[in-house]
């Protein structure tokens, strides 16, 4: 069979450290020619002389402006701010057009001059906006008492958008000779932008001053039970979004504390619970004022450093829920000895401590099954061997360092050519986290394109972006698909409950010793690194399923005694437990010591 050639090991990607400096090292360069060109199309035009010299200068402004705004891009891109971002040419930009402006009106001087320091005086208020903007960060959302920070009125990065319109614009007037009031008017509407988030600014800061102040006493009235803690910034939608149905259905009051105001509209979208949002301003000062007396217990979702600030609060029961069960490192790391109770799927949760050497004892440990998977539909018959499947490609992301990178993404095109080749169709759903790697987002669209090059030439109906990501949870394309090919991934365990045939991929280890390193392997079929076994997996995903009698096995012992309906019965069991018979909490005061 005919398949796309593999890139080399070698120049898969670079690292994240040299891929940051390089891209540094080319913003640099391309600011440098930019301050140049722009300096020299203001010299050029506001100097006169011939003609010629004018079209020069004309050309090099564009010149710059387009360099301007690919800049600015690129900062969006790295999700950087925009406010005051290449200011400095962007003034010298205002000062061409000025120019420009008076070769071609000299009788508009007063016109404009006025516009060109307004549109100047714009530029020099993006800090002061930023300044408070960075102040003004959301306290509490859906908590009573506590007045919600209004969004802006628009985003505040289009203010940088908005010198390059005005720039535009005023080279145009300028080319068709205006009369200078017209640009003026063209930069009056961009400092009404300019002064409409200035006052939103200003408003939110004084906003956000008064619901601080009002914090504790609206959390002391509200009398939340538990809280669950997150710590990120990224995957708040499906880490938080996988539990956070279930720890409602507790059917006690609870909030949402999370440490980076960028998740709330988030969170929101998933809870109606209140959502606070402690300052930063000491290690734990302002986590005091959430530590109310009626909170009881803390559950956390995502291993962020932070976690161990809110865990010195050693009145409060603190448990650990992680985001997902699979056999990759963050499900038996050493730090999950520092909490109160362990929640694991089934035995195998417990196992893996053990057999990474971290000691945990016992008694912290709590089986409460996988309550995630109550709508996945259970089929553990066949289909009939040779027939076309459905196959779910679920590849996992990178991971944050290389030794956790267990992606098979790289690969990823090349086995969808192998499922399309047997005539497949393939629902593509990649690791929501791959879209922060620009590399990965590549590859992802790549197979992306495929899929839709083969539903054109062959009408099967692949589903892959907005429909297999957002409009289909995991679940749903659980039960559309007949198997399932993945990696190191809770998918996996997911998928187990299902009942139906899955392959993994070995990346961070080959033959036995990847059936050693990761159990659930034992029970797929294993596609090696270098595809050498991909045909062979693929047959027995679409034949007998030999391993099927060892994965209903298996599936009790990962999964918990639990499937369907009943799936989240133990969690909401043991959850409600502990937080209705915990000892009531004291006042907020952290241990002196991390546990």
Known sequence: MNRPQLPRGSVRRWSAQVGASQSKIVDLLVENVLNVLAVAAAVLLLAGGPTGLQVVGAGLGVAALALVGWLLRRLSARQESLLFGYAGPRLVLLVAVAAGLLLRRPDSAGWVWSATGIAILGVLTEPTIRVLLTKTEQVAVNLPGVRAIPGPPFSPHLLAAVTLGEVIVGAALAALAAPGWAYLLAVLVGA?????????????????????????????????????????????????????????????????????AETVSVITELTGAPVVVPKLQSVSGDLDQVVVPSLKAAFYVQGNTSNLTFQRYRQLTHIWLNHGDSDKAANFSARHATYDRIFVSGQQGVERYAAHGVSVPKEKFALVGRPQIERIEVRDEPLPAGAPRTVLYAPTWRGGRPSTDYSSLGLGDAIVAALLERADTVVFRPHPLSYTDPHDVGLIRQIQQRLKNDTRSTGRSHVWGEQAEQKWDITACINFSDALVTDVSSVASDYLASGKPFAMVAIRAKGRKFGQQFP?????????????????ALDQLHGADPLAPERRAYRRHCLGDHLGPAAAEEFLRVAGAIVAGSAPAQDAAPAGRRP
């Open 520 to 536: 659930m392997a034992r029970v797929a079929y294993v596609i090696e690194k270098d595809l050498s076994t991909l045909d062979s």
């Open 192 to 260: 009404t932008c300019t002064l409409a988030m200035l006052a939103h600014a200003a408003r939110a800061n004084v906003i956000s001053g008064r619901s601080s102040a009002g914090l504790r006493a609206a959390l002391q009235s509200y009398a939340p039970e538990f809280a669950v803690y997150y710590g990120g910034t990224h995957g708040a939608r499906y880490q938080l979004g996988m539990w956070l149905p279930y720890l409602e259905r507790l059917e006690r009051p609870f909030v949402v504390i999370t440490r980076n």
